[in-house]
């Protein structure tokens, strides 16, 4: 089955470890922002095996600024799946680092700002 060539772009601005574990499931622009939404792939939990979990929605959304790209302020609305054990009803997630700590900014893109001007700003100053 072919690629949707839109999403396959989208793929291109994320930071990797979001290709490989999220869907990119909406993109919205307009003149200002560019909002990419993804939600994290039914593929389980790593240390259990097919049939321990189930489904059980998803966190509420998080939002991690990113890279502007074409002088829009570019943010990634991030839907982190959780699963519950079978046996037990507990409640399981993956644990991720997508973003620079202390910040809503992608890693990469924390480290950018770090460079250039040295520290990390507020994150308000680049709202």
């Not at 570019?74 to 680092?97: C, P």
Request: proline share 5%.
């Amino acid at each position: 089955m072919e690629k949707n060539p839109y999403i396959e772009l989208a793929e291109c601005l994320l930071p990797e470890e979001m290709v490989e574990y999220f869907d990119v499931v909406k993109v919205e622009k307009t003149r200002e922002t560019l909002d990419v939404t993804l939600e994290e792939r039914n593929n389980g939990v790593e240390g259990y095996k097919p049939g321990e979990l189930r489904p059980n929605g998803f966190y509420e959304e998080s939002v991690v600024r990113d890279y502007p790209v074409r002088w829009r302020k570019m943010s990634f609305h991030i839907k982190r799946r959780r699963w519950v054990e079978t046996g037990t009803g507990k409640s399981v997630s993956r644990q991720w680092d997508l973003v620079a700590e202390g910040t809503r900014f992608s890693k990469e893109f924390a480290a950018f700002l770090k460079g250039l001007l040295g520290q990390i700003p507020d994150y308000g100053a680049l709202s």
